[in-house]
């Protein structure tokens, strides 16, 4: 697999985003990180 990385980015409402946040934060992580796991996850489980 390639090394080089993507840009994906995801438009949410505010009170969606805040509370991803929250869930992200609970488990040490950026959202951002939180975004791609949930992702790689995915897809490995229906790619």
Known sequence: MSK???RFVLL???DVFEKFKKLAQEQNRTAGNL???L???Y???NG
Request: hydrophobic share 25%; glycine share 6%.
């Open 4 to 6: 080089e990385k993507k």
């Open 12 to 14: 949410v409402d505010n």
């Open 35 to 37: 975004g791609t796991k």
């Open 43 to 45: 897809v490995k489980e």
């Open 39 to 41: 992702i790689i996850d």
